[in-house]
C-alpha cells in the first residue's frame, strides 16, 4: 500500500469517527452515569430514551451521508477519498451501535465482558489484517473492510451478551427525554470539541500538505492509538468508581483515587514514552517499513504528548463524574481554539510534525484548566505528583541527546535511571510495587496450600 492509499484510509477512517461524535448526543457518558448504581434503581426510561435517540440519529446521518456525501467530502482534502465514501456510513453506524452497547456495559460495571469484546475486536482486526495482506490484497478498498468486519463481529457479540430485554420499557415519557438531555447536551458539545482538538489534525494536514502527510502522520499515531485503547479500558473502570464515591459523598476517598490514578498513570506512560523516544527507530521499523523512518521522531513526539492527553482525561473524567458537565465544554472550547491556531501557524513551518507541537500545547494548557476548574470543585489534583515523571524524562532525553552518544548500552541505563528516579521521588510507585508483590506473594502461597 502506497503512503497516498495510507492517507485515504485514515482519512475516511477519521471521517467516519467524525460522523460517529455528531451522533453522540453526549449520550454515551449519561448512560454509563444512568446505569452506575444497583440494577433495581435504574431508570429504565431514560435507559430507553437513550437507546431511542441514538438509533434515530445514527439513521438520520447516515442517509443524510449516503446520499450527499460525496459532494462535500472531497473538498475536504482531494477527489482521491471519492471511491470510498460509501463506505463511511456503514463504518460509522457499525461503529455508533457498538459504542453504545459498550457504554451500556460498561455502566452496568461488567468489565470482564467489556474486556472480552475488545480482545475480541482486536484479534478480529489483527486477523483481518493477516488475511488480505496474505492474499496479497492491502488496498485501501479492503483496509476499510478490516474495519467494517471488526466492527460487524463484535457488534454481533455484543448483542447475544448485552441484557437489552432487562432494561428497556416502551414508556418513555417527556420528563426522561428532558432529563437525558439536560445532563447530556453540555456532554455532547463537549464531545465535538473533543473531536476537534483530538482528529482536526489530520483534518488540516490533509488540507495544508498532502495525503502523504497525512500517511506519516498516522503512522506517527499508531503506537499512541493502540495504548489508547487500554486507556479507554482503564477509563472503564475508574469512571463509574471515582462517580460511586462523589454520589456517595466521599469526597476524600474519590479525591485520593483521583490523584493515585493521576500519578501512577503519568508514571508508567512516562517510561513508555521514553523507551519509545529512546527506540524510535526501531520501533518504527517494527512498525512499518523503512520509508516511515523519517517518522519515527514524530511517533515519539505523540508519545509524549499521549501522556499528557491522557492525564487531561482522567482530570476531566473526574470533573464530569462530580456532576460539572458544562465544564468540559469550557475547557475544550480554549484547548481547541489553540490546537486550530497552533495548527494553521506550525504545520505550514514543520509541516506534519508542526501538527504534534500543537497537540502537545494544546494538552498542556488542558490540564491548566482542568486542574483549576477541579480545585474549585474541591478535588484538588497533586500537580507535583503527576509531573514529576514527564519532568524527569523531559530531563533525560535533553541529556541524552546534548550530551552522550547513542549506543544501546546507554539508552538502557538511561531508563534504569528514570526508573530509580521514580522509585525514589513518587512514593505511590514503591507502595504501588510493595502491595502488587504482596498480592501476588499471597495468592502464590495460597496456590501451594501454606
Same mark, same amino acid.
Given at each position: 500500500?502506497?503512503?497516498?492509499?495510507?492517507?485515504?484510509?485514515?482519512?475516511?477512517?477519521?471521517?467516519?469517527?467524525?460522523?460517529?461524535?455528531?451522533?453522540?448526543?453526549? $449520550?454515551?457518558? *449519561?448512560?454509563?452515569?444512568?446505569?452506575?448504581?444497583?440494577?433495581?434503581?435504574?431508570?429504565?426510561?431514560?435507559?430507553?430514551?437513550?437507546?431511542?435517540?441514538? +438509533?434515530?440519529?445514527?439513521?438520520?446521518?447516515?442517509?443524510?451521508?449516503?446520499?450527499?456525501?460525496?459532494?462535500?467530502?472531497?473538498?475536504?482534502?482531494?477527489?482521491?477519498?471519492?471511491?470510498?465514501?460509501? /463506505?463511511?456510513?456503514?463504518?460509522?453506524?457499525?461503529?455508533?451501535?457498538?459504542?453504545?452497547?459498550?457504554?451500556?456495559?460498561?455502566?452496568?460495571?461488567?468489565?470482564?465482558?467489556?474486556?472480552?469484546?475488545? +480482545?475480541?475486536?482486536?484479534? &478480529?482486526?489483527?486477523?483481518?489484517?493477516?488475511?488480505?495482506? /496474505?492474499?496479497?490484497?492491502? &488496498?485501501?478498498?479492503?483496509?476499510?473492510?478490516?474495519?467494517?468486519? *471488526?466492527?460487524?463481529?463484535? @457488534?454481533?457479540?455484543?448483542?447475544?451478551?448485552?441484557?437489552?430485554?432487562?432494561?428497556?420499557?416502551?414508556?418513555?415519557?417527556?420528563?426522561?427525554?428532558?432529563?437525558?438531555?439536560?445532563?447530556? $447536551?453540555?456532554?455532547?458539545?463537549?464531545?465535538?470539541?473533543?473531536?476537534?482538538?483530538?482528529?482536526?489534525?489530520?483534518?488540516?494536514?490533509?488540507? $495544508?500538505? &498532502?495525503?502523504?502527510?497525512?500517511?506519516?502522520?498516522?503512522?506517527?499515531?499508531?503506537?499512541?492509538?493502540?495504548?489508547?485503547?487500554?486507556?479507554?479500558? $482503564?477509563?472503564?473502570?475508574?469512571?463509574?468508581?471515582?462517580?460511586?464515591?462523589?454520589?456517595?459523598?466521599?469526597?476524600?476517598?474519590?479525591?485520593?483515587?483521583?490523584?493515585?490514578?493521576?500519578?501512577?498513570?503519568?508514571?508508567?506512560?512516562?517510561?513508555?514514552?521514553?523507551?519509545?523516544?529512546?527506540?524510535?527507530?526501531?520501533?518504527?521499523?517494527?512498525?512499518?517499513?523503512?520509508? /516511515?523512518?523519517?517518522?519515527?521522531?514524530?511517533?515519539?513526539?505523540?508519545? %509524549?504528548?499521549?501522556?499528557?492527553?491522557?492525564?487531561?482525561?482522567?482530570?476531566?473524567?473526574? %470533573?464530569?463524574?462530580?456532576?460539572?458537565?458544562?465544564?468540559?465544554?469550557?475547557?475544550?472550547?480554549?484547548?481547541?481554539?489553540?490546537?486550530?491556531?497552533?495548527?494553521?501557524?506550525? +504545520?505550514?513551518?514543520?509541516?506534519?510534525?508542526?501538527?504534534?507541537?500543537?497537540?502537545?500545547?494544546?494538552?498542556?494548557?488542558?490540564?491548566?484548566?482542568?486542574?483549576?476548574?477541579?480545585?474549585?470543585?474541591?478535588?484538588?489534583?497533586?500537580?507535583?505528583?503527576?509531573?514529576?515523571? *514527564?519532568?524527569?524524562?523531559?530531563?533525560? +532525553?535533553?541529556?541524552?541527546?546534548?550530551?552522550?552518544?547513542?549506543?544501546? @548500552?546507554?539508552?538502557?541505563?538511561?531508563?534504569?535511571?528514570?526508573?530509580?528516579?521514580?522509585?525514589?521521588?513518587?512514593?505511590?510507585?514503591?507502595?504501588?510495587?510493595? /502491595?502488587?508483590?504482596?498480592?501476588?506473594?499471597?495468592?502464590?502461597?495460597?496456590?501451594?496450600?501454606?
Amino acid at each position: 500500500m502506497s503512503h497516498a492509499d495510507f492517507g485515504t484510509h485514515a482519512y475516511i477512517v477519521v471521517i467516519s469517527h467524525g460522523f460517529q461524535i455528531l451522533s453522540g448526543l453526549g $449520550l454515551n457518558l *449519561t448512560l454509563v452515569k444512568n446505569l452506575s448504581g444497583s440494577f433495581e434503581t435504574i431508570n429504565r426510561k431514560v435507559v430507553s430514551g437513550i437507546f431511542l435517540a441514538r +438509533i434515530s440519529q445514527i439513521g438520520l446521518i447516515s442517509v443524510v451521508v449516503y446520499a450527499v456525501g460525496h459532494q462535500f467530502l472531497p473538498r475536504l482534502t482531494d477527489e482521491g477519498i471519492t471511491p470510498f465514501i460509501i /463506505y463511511i456510513p456503514i463504518i460509522f453506524s457499525l461503529g455508533s451501535v457498538r459504542e453504545l452497547l459498550l457504554n451500556m456495559l460498561q455502566g452496568l460495571q461488567q468489565f470482564n465482558k467489556y474486556a472480552y469484546i475488545n +480482545i475480541f475486536s482486536a484479534l &478480529t482486526r489483527l486477523g483481518s489484517i493477516l488475511f488480505f495482506f /496474505y492474499i496479497d490484497q492491502l &488496498t485501501v478498498a479492503n483496509m476499510i473492510w478490516v474495519e467494517i468486519i *471488526t466492527y460487524g463481529l463484535s @457488534l454481533l457479540v455484543l448483542i447475544v451478551n448485552a441484557p437489552l430485554a432487562r432494561l428497556f420499557t416502551f414508556n418513555v415519557d417527556k420528563e426522561a427525554f428532558k432529563a437525558i438531555f439536560s445532563f447530556g $447536551l453540555p456532554l455532547y458539545a463537549n464531545d465535538i470539541l473533543t473531536y476537534i482538538y483530538n482528529r482536526v489534525n489530520v483534518l488540516l494536514v490533509g488540507g $495544508l500538505l &498532502t495525503l502523504e502527510s497525512v500517511a506519516y502522520y498516522d503512522m506517527s499515531g499508531k503506537i499512541p492509538d493502540g495504548f489508547g485503547r487500554l486507556f479507554t479500558s $482503564l477509563i472503564v473502570v475508574f469512571f463509574p468508581s471515582i462517580s460511586e464515591l462523589i454520589n456517595e459523598n466521599r469526597h476524600g476517598e474519590a479525591q485520593k483515587f483521583m490523584n493515585r490514578g493521576l500519578v501512577l498513570g503519568s508514571t508508567c506512560l512516562s517510561f513508555v514514552a521514553l523507551g519509545i523516544f529512546l527506540f524510535r527507530d526501531e520501533v518504527m521499523l517494527l512498525l512499518a517499513n523503512e520509508t /516511515y523512518l523519517e517518522a519515527s521522531f514524530a511517533l515519539a513526539l505523540m508519545m %509524549i504528548n499521549f501522556n499528557l492527553n491522557s492525564i487531561a482525561r482522567m482530570m476531566g473524567y473526574t %470533573i464530569v463524574a462530580a456532576g460539572h458537565t458544562t465544564v468540559p465544554v469550557k475547557i475544550n472550547l480554549v484547548s481547541s481554539a489553540v490546537n486550530i491556531i497552533g495548527c494553521l501557524i506550525l +504545520i505550514p513551518r514543520y509541516g506534519y510534525v508542526g501538527a504534534i507541537y500543537s497537540l502537545i500545547g494544546m494538552n498542556v494548557v488542558s490540564q491548566i484548566l482542568n486542574y483549576f476548574f477541579l480545585a474549585r470543585a474541591g478535588l484538588k489534583p497533586q500537580v507535583l505528583g503527576f509531573t514529576k515523571s *514527564t519532568l524527569f524524562i523531559v530531563t533525560l +532525553i535533553v541529556a541524552y541527546m546534548t550530551w552522550l552518544p547513542d549506543t544501546y @548500552l546507554l539508552r538502557g541505563l538511561t531508563l534504569l535511571v528514570y526508573v530509580a528516579l521514580c522509585w525514589i521521588f513518587i512514593p505511590e510507585v514503591k507502595s504501588s510495587v510493595r /502491595y502488587g508483590l504482596k498480592l501476588v506473594g499471597g495468592r502464590w502461597f495460597s496456590s501451594n496450600g501454606t
